[in-house]
């Protein structure tokens, strides 16, 4: 029982330990400027693995999110005046068209794996060469600004020198904790974690709550292109590298199990603090990019064995 409680803190205990010994190491890290650094770099990230979480905890896996990003990136750009556009500037209005059409884009990746019966690494992988198919044909293979001072407004204006993106982000977090422990398909979602059989029998909808799942992923990944496409003020197909290993990282690293039923949104909220602390931390120190890396990638597996012990170990669905 002690056990079970100390590796529930884990993350937690990891995150506190991380800033006592680089602000011992280099003091800048603790400055409030550094922080706010932080913070503004963790917004992104935080948003894109608030949405595959809910994919993760109910034991399955969406490899879409580059693709995914590059798609709303270019949806974004479609309706805007600028050399993609398609004749329709919605200016900020843009911005819904993006997320509802990353959305639905997600929709669509639960609907192939419930009703084709594909794996969701399969179906949520192919899925995502289709979302940087479709920015490369928006996009025409070339970088595309962001014509819209409303929408770069959104990564660049601050209030109490906060960046918006930040308490943007933390609103995504408190929407994604409500839906997780306030509503009946964030329970459904948990409980597929838990077993699908046993879920079945509770009267969960199986295919349905799947579905959603993707849903509300595609609607998270909408989100977080909008707010790097504000953030670098263009769009292109290359807009989403690394996010998949970045979202992915922090959402393990935080404590949730990527065979489902244990973790959630809080966990993830620590993971990206853990991964992107520690990022900020090797560079402030000066650790060389190759070695910061490896040391990134020994930080994901040892999370993933501490959150194997004492369980069977079984492949994602």
């Known amino acids: 029982m002690q056990l079970q409680s100390l590796q529930r803190w884990m993350p937690l205990i990891v995150l506190a330990g991380l800033c006592l010994v680089i602000g011992i190491i280099e ?17 992104m990230p935080l948003v894109v693995a608030l949405g595959v979480t809910f994919v993760i905890v109910m034991g399955s896996i ?6 995914s990003l590059a798609f709303s990136a270019a949806v974004v750009v479609s309706f805007l005046s ?3 556009g398609i004749g329709i500037d919605l200016g900020l209005f843009a911005v819904v068209v993006a997320i509802i059409s990353a959305a639905l884009f997600g929709a669509l990746i639960g609907y192939l794996h419930v009703q084709m019966q594909i794996p969701s690494f399969m179906a949520s992988l192919g899925m995502g060469f289709v979302g940087i ?17 409303a929408i770069r407004a959104i990564a660049l ?18 929407l994604a904790w409500f839906i997780q422990n306030h509503t009946v398909l964030g329970r459904h979602i948990m409980a597929l974690g838990g077993g699908e059989e046993l879920a079945a029998q509770n009267g969960v909808n199986i295919k349905r709550t799947r579905i959603l799942a993707f849903t509300i992923a595609g609607f998270y990944f909408g989100t977080g292109a909008v707010l790097v496409s504000a953030k ?15 979202a992915i990282s922090a959402v ?10 244990n973790g959630g949104v809080i966990n993830t909220l620590v993971g990206v603090a853990i991964v992107m602390v520690l990022s900020n931390g090797m560079i402030i120190i000066g650790l060389p990019t190759y070695l ?25 669905k």
């Open 232 to 246: 670098l003020g263009a769009a292109s197909t290359l807009i989403g590298n690394g996010q998949l290993f970045a």
């Open 27 to 43: 003091p800048r890290f603790l400055t409030i400027d550094n922080l706010i650094r932080v913070a503004a770099s963790s917004a």
């Open 252 to 261: 393990v690293v935080g404590g949730t199990a990527l065979t489902g039923g």
């Open 157 to 174: 204006s601050r209030f109490m020198n906060v960046p918006f993106s930040v308490y943007l982000a933390f609103a995504m977090f408190g």
């Open 133 to 149: 198919g479709i920015a490369t044909l928006l996009l025409g293979g070339e970088r595309v600004p962001v014509d819209s001072e």
């Open 62 to 67: 969406d490899l879409s999110i580059e693709g």
């Open 82 to 84: 600028g050399p993609a």
């Open 292 to 316: 910061q890396q490896g040391v990134l990638g020994a930080a994901i597996i040892v999370a993933v064995l501490l959150n194997m012990h004492g369980r069977t170990p079984q492949l994602v």
